[in-house]
């Protein structure tokens, strides 16, 4: 079962337009082009900034090259399985999150993306972390 993201409110429509874009499931998914990406071996600092570990950096760019691949290839519908490991879960998510929504603020393709989870539990912290995305995205440096 897909589940789409918290919908924008009226105000929000700026900041919040890539989130109509994006799905979240657990399991399975039909989509153009799937891709499996998992969280590299975690040592970092958990109490770090986001983008201030070598492991954040990894990751993010695992998402980058994911999307800026379904770009160039015209991808309509991308399902990005993500595997979190020993990786901070929550760091993981916000990571994914930001990345593929700034993403979706200068490029057209691809036109939609379902994060997909082994896990129920994977899927409902990724699903909290987008509902609290004005909270951690709005601060100067994540």
């Given at each position: 079962?897909?589940?789409?993201?918290p919908?924008?409110?009226?105000?929000?429509?700026?900041?919040?337009?890539?989130v109509?874009?994006m799905?979240?499931?657990?399991?399975?998914?039909?989509?153009?082009?799937?891709?499996?990406?998992?969280?590299?071996?975690?040592?970092?600092?958990?109490?770090a900034?986001?983008?201030?570990?070598?492991?954040?950096?990894?990751?993010a760019?695992?998402?980058?090259?994911?999307?800026n691949?379904?770009?160039?290839?015209g991808?309509?519908?991308?399902?990005?399985?993500?595997?979190?490991?020993?990786?901070?879960?929550?760091?993981?998510?916000q990571?994914?999150?930001?990345h593929?929504?700034?993403?979706?603020?200068?490029?057209?393709?691809?036109?939609?993306?379902t994060?997909?989870?082994?896990?129920?539990?994977?899927?409902d912290?990724?699903?909290?972390?987008a509902?609290?995305?004005?909270?951690?995205?709005g601060?100067?440096?994540?």
């Amino acid at each position: 079962m897909s589940t789409a993201l918290p919908q924008p409110s009226p105000a929000d429509q700026n900041m919040d337009a890539p989130v109509l874009r994006m799905n979240v499931r657990v399991g399975t998914c039909e989509a153009d082009t799937q891709v499996a990406i998992s969280a590299p071996p975690w040592h970092g600092d958990e109490n770090a900034k986001l983008s201030d570990t070598h492991e954040d950096n990894l990751w993010a760019w695992s998402v980058v090259c994911a999307l800026n691949q379904a770009e160039k290839d015209g991808i309509l519908h991308l399902a990005l399985n993500l595997d979190f490991k020993d990786f901070p879960k929550q760091r993981a998510a916000q990571i994914a999150f930001g990345h593929v929504h700034g993403h979706f603020l200068h490029a057209a393709f691809p036109e939609r993306v379902t994060f997909v989870f082994a896990t129920q539990a994977d899927a409902d912290l990724f699903q909290r972390v987008a509902q609290a995305r004005r909270e951690w995205m709005g601060s100067p440096r994540r």
